[in-house]
């Protein structure tokens, strides 16, 4: 995968502000909720306190997806990752992240690895009347890998409808984590797909979109001929809003479930309570591992202290990430070790015990001493780095500041600057930046650490022939607990990996929770670990909340 594209990935998965636009029904752009008896005149049958079968549901402005609902131009992946809402996919992800059947019945790997066979349902129809049949799925898939700006699709060669049930996918290499990326690709109509598919979609899965209202709301309404599990809330609205504003809603009662922030955890709203999901929704920063130089544009790349690979290990466990969970995100977190966390592909072998002392002990036996302002030194090189964050983002300027105050103890100094995802990327390349990340799938883990064509990785200069070659094997396995193993010796086989142990060039902080001010008689179905995004993973499973 290219650079370029990588960055493209990543910028849409951290979430950016891509998405403009302001509509006729609200008083500003961030986002004034509808009132409720405005909702009633349009058919929600809620009532004050909420109740029926209805739910207005306030997620942040970047939740909005700038080209609508076509997977081919984002919605289904990063921060649009999505169950089936408005299309049906062959496959889904289970509560254990394991892979399980949406429109899928079968699914079959050749022994190379080259071409996987998926029998689907015969009794799926469009919302349209029209049926659901491999020939969509087919024109889906080869659309998509033509089109894509979001995920990547160079492993697909083609796909090709056998008959009307059977769909072939025909590898340019083996792939052994294919399903998970069926997981994230909705099924188009055919004969239904056009220039405006985003705006006006055609699906076969739980919801159709009713009205979309840009920059301030969409509202949902029940597939009545849904051929899965019976849709308990019929009328979903979605209102886009800032932070404060959803805040602000919530006190107001405009809305029955809003996304919030862990700076408001210890507010409290009459009838509504603070729901708090798990998530693999982390933040860390990366630390070049190669000394400063250059690449073929004359960029810089490289660090001369980061380099030092005892330097990463003595920073890796000289910071205490408890004390950032209950400092910065007010404990609504767990400590993060790695971008696998809670993952079947998970090596628990990233997990450190945070020792101030050890680190301290490790950078003395480096020939770090101390110098000039207690900021230790070798070889005149200065024991300090400049940790970027983006500018907009308070929770990673936060995490930037607690790992500045906590690194001065170990005689590291760190300079923190809030700068603009414009120069973000190319700036990583020689100084820490603090990320964040968190997806269903071990390409995350590629994506991060794998070597590109100029021999290093994308995000961060580092390269490792024997991690590069398990993730090679692993995407080659001939089937996903294999490939598991695989991932897992990426990150340490005993004797090498990106690990403590290893070569740990990227150091992981907190997995914050995902927080969600709900109506205290919404009963919001059980969650899975969200991803990266607080968006529209809350509303996964929605068709089976219930009013109590």
Known sequence: MKRRKIS???AVILGMNLFSGCGPNYESSAGEAPRQEEQKETGTGLSENGAGDSVIVAMGPNSEPEAGFDPAYGWGAGEHVHEPLIQSTLTVTNPDLSIGYDLAVDMQVSEDGMTWTVTIRDDVKFTDGEPLTASDVA?????????????????????????????????????????????????????????????????????????????????????????GEEI????????????????????AGQVDLAYTAAAYSDQSIDGYELLSFETVDNRGFNLPAVPVGTDAQG?????DFTSDLQVRRAINIGLDRQ????NVVNGYGTPAYSVCDKMPWYNSAAEVEYDQEEA??????????????????????????NLLYPASDSLRQALAADTQNQLKELGIEVTIEG??????????????LMWGWGAHSPMELYNIYHTLE???????????????????????????DTSYELWQKAQWDGTTGITQEGDIPWIWLVNIDHLYWSRENLKVAEQKLHPHGHGWSIVNNVDQWIWQ
Request: negative net charge; charged residues 25%; without cysteine.
């Open 323 to 326: 004390e950032m969970l209950e």
């Open 139 to 227: 024109f889906t898939y080869n659309t998509v890998k033509d089109t894509s700006s979001v995920n990547d699709f160079t492993m697909l060669k083609e796909a090709t409808a056998v008959n009307d049930t059977t769909v072939e996918f025909h590898m340019s290499q083996a792939y052994s984590i294919w399903p998970y990326t069926m997981a994230i690709v909705g099924i188009v109509p055919e004969h239904a797909y056009g220039p405006d598919y985003g705006e006006h979609p055609i699906g076969s899965g739980r919801y159709l979109m009713k009205q979309w209202d840009k920059g301030q709301q969409i509202i949902f309404e029940a597939n009545p001929d849904y051929y």
């Open 419 to 432: 700068v603009g995802w414009d120069t973000a990327y190319d700036r990583a390349q020689a100084e820490p």
């Open 454 to 480: 100029n021999g290093l990785a994308g995000f961060s200069p580092y390269a490792n022939e024997t991690v590069d070659q398990y993730m090679d094997e692993a995407l080659a396995a001939s089937d996903l």
């Open 299 to 303: 960029n810089v790349i490289g660090n």
């Open 360 to 385: 301290k002990t490790i950078l003395e036996e480096a020939g770090w001493k101390e110098g000039s302002g207690g900021i230790r030194e070798k070889n005149g090189v200065r024991a300090a780095f």
């Open 232 to 251: 308990k809330m019929k009328r979903v609205t979605v209102v886009f809003m800032e932070e404060d504003a959803a805040f602000a809603a919530a006190k």
């Open 8 to 10: 493209f990935i990543i």
